[in-house]
């Protein structure tokens, strides 16, 4: 298969080309890089303790990639055997978040982060109390959860939706800058996040923008919570490397 090198990680932001200049150095020295909150670039099937799989197909360690697959049958976005794997460290409020993707199909799928994820009464996000869930996505967006979810990959839609939940209520859209790339190659995703600024970004180049006033959509998500990957069954197949998660300086733990 083809690959673009392994990045390091605490360098990335510093090499990268950033589309918004004027920030670059702002966001730099906010990363606190020498303490990661997680990190790996899955070497060994170890790695998947540190994961919760609901729904889909598996999730495991192939080629040092962490791969996340569902039967692939349904080209409609429900019903079908969609997934979300829960990582199981807590993530503070505040963080910047980065990782290799590349979806098996870039015209056909959908993938989404869900991040500062709780339930409504503040419960962690596996906690038993919870009601079931198996994938479908009402489940996450609209039961007992309370967060954000960027739908940062979406095939035939071509364009990326953030949204805060429980109930599904759209904050913002931008441009789906994988779903654009014509090559084969691994693409980088990070995803920043500091009170209500939301920054989302795909080598380095920003796709999407959105700050949290805390009225419009009522008040800003600014709990600790869990991180979430989430892909529609008709994306089938997804690869994941090089995952790691910085808290910020001066940021809400």
């Known amino acids: 298969m083809t690959r673009t090198a392994a990045l390091s990680f605490a360098p990335l932001l510093a090499t990268a080309s950033f589309c918004w200049a004027s920030d670059e150095s702002t966001i730099r020295s906010e990363i606190d890089w020498e303490y990661p909150v997680y990190r790996s670039n899955f070497t060994d099937e170890t790695v998947l303790g540190d994961w919760v799989l609901e729904g889909g197909e598996s999730m495991q360690v192939i ?9 692939g049958l349904q080209t409609r976005p429900a019903p079908g055997n969609h997934l979300v794997a829960w990582l199981k460290p807590e993530i503070p409020a505040d963080f910047y978040l980065e990782f290799d993707f590349r979806p098996e199909d870039k015209s056909q799928g ?9 339930g409504t009464q503040g419960e962690p996000v596996l906690d038993p109390d919870l009601a079931p869930r198996d994938g479908t996505f009402v489940q996450y967006h609209s039961g007992d959860l309370d ?10 839609r071509k364009g990326v939706n953030l949204r805060k939940n429980h109930g599904f209520t759209l904050l913002g859209a931008g ?16 995803l920043y996040k500091r009170g209500g600024t939301i920054r989302y970004f795909v080598d380095g180049e ?7 006033d805390g009225e419009t959509a009522g008040p800003i998500w600014e709990h600790s919570g869990w991180l979430g990957l989430r892909q529609m069954d008709h994306a089938h197949r997804c690869q994941y490397d090089n995952l790691a998660i910085y808290p910020l300086k001066g940021g809400k733990g």
């Open 63 to 71: 080629d040092g990639c962490f791969v996340l697959e569902s039967e």
């Open 147 to 156: 967060g954000y979810h960027l739908s940062y990959w979406s095939g035939a």
């Open 206 to 212: 920003l796709a999407l923008e959105y700050v949290d």
């Open 110 to 118: 959908l993938a989404i982060i869900f991040f500062n994820t709780r």
């Open 175 to 190: 441009q789906d800058l994988i779903v654009a790339d014509s090559t084969d190659e691994f693409q980088r995703v990070g």
